[in-house]
């Protein structure tokens, strides 16, 4: 399946994302056409849109949900074809328009021993996502931008990163979830910037809210009906593997890399971009694990209270 229809009385479609990194996108046909996170396999994309007669270069506009690479992979390609706008929030802007700075934001710096390794696993398989482009229009947080008889509802949604937005489709009553995505491997946020309270807080909000539905990035289904549930399981993550890391700490690990020595997280690679998310995602967790006094941490050393 390389699309998927998200209700009969809608032409709003999923192209779904092909292999790594799976990343999903929406397509909206109605007076005009919109993208949101130009991610999925350009094949699928191009497969749904053919089914309107259409192709890359009728996009009106492309919605970027936050800066990682696997959401923006396509959409300076499509700009240059089809000259869309390119509306992203106003954290995603400047990081779009300046890819050093984008590199930066994710915790790359240029002396980063890891950035040479994540360029090449971004050039590889999202290939275009670092080329330099320019986004038209700027939305803020509730902000709401028309798209044909779309009315779609900008809501920031930080942790996974800063600038992560979700996207609500107001009178539909479905919410673009983006990478608060519901997938068994649980929540990412492995950059130095991500917030595990900031995620938290964020899920928390779409778990109070009522739509029919969600719609997940990385999912090979991606509609989520009983979202409520999904995300109450999927937050459960944080605290597994927070107790997973407290254990080791407590069996003796006193550092980060002791701790990455058997990777709680990244348990199937050995790949050092993963491992470095990996590093980013535990010094997340001996914060948390620090605020909540169960350790203490000085000067790169760890123990048990
Ligand atoms: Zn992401």
Redesign the pocket.
């Known amino acids: 399946m390389r699309f998927q229809k998200i209700r009969d009385d809608e032409d709003i479609y999923v192209a779904i994302g092909g292999p790594f990194p799976l990343c999903n996108t929406i397509v909206i046909f109605s007076d005009e056409i919109a993208v949101i996170d130009p991610g999925c396999r350009m094949e699928n994309l191009r497969a749904l849109l053919r089914e309107f007669e259409s192709d890359l270069k009728d996009i009106d506009v492309v919605f970027l949900?936050?800066i990682?690479p696997?959401?923006i992979t396509h959409a300076t390609r499509i700009n240059r074809l089809s000259r869309c706008r390119i509306v992203a929030n106003e954290i995603t802007a400047p990081l779009f328009n300046d890819k050093e700075r984008m590199k930066r934001f994710l915790g790359f710096h240029t002396a980063h021993p890891v950035r040479v390794h994540w360029e090449r696993l971004v050039n590889s398989a999202m290939y275009g996502a670092l080329d330099e482009g320019q986004i038209d229009d700027v939305v803020s947080d509730n902000e709401r931008y028309t798209v044909g008889r779309y009315e779609l509802r900008m809501m920031m949604t930080p942790g996974?990163?800063p600038d992560?937005m979700c996207i609500e489709f107001v009178n539909e009553r479905f919410l673009f979830a983006?990478?608060i995505d519901c997938t068994e491997f649980g929540p990412?946020y492995g950059h130095p910037n991500s917030s595990i309270n900031q995620f938290k807080e964020s899920i928390d909000r779409i778990i109070d809210s009522e739509y029919e539905f969600i719609i997940s990035?990385h999912l090979w289904d991606p509609i989520v009906n009983n979202y409520k549930s999904a995300l109450e399981s999927y937050k459960k993550q944080f605290d597994i593997r927070e107790d997973l890391i407290y254990m080791s700490i407590i069996d003796g690990a006193d550092s980060v890399e002791k701790i990455i020595e058997m990777p709680i997280i990244y348990t199937n690679t050995s790949d050092i971009v993963y491992l470095q998310f990996e590093k980013w995602m535990i010094q997340h967790h001996i914060r948390s694990l620090e605020q909540k006094g169960l350790i203490i941490s000085k000067r790169g050393k760890i123990r048990a209270r």
């Open positions: 949900s936050h990682h696997d959401h996974h990163l992560h983006a990478d990412f990035s």
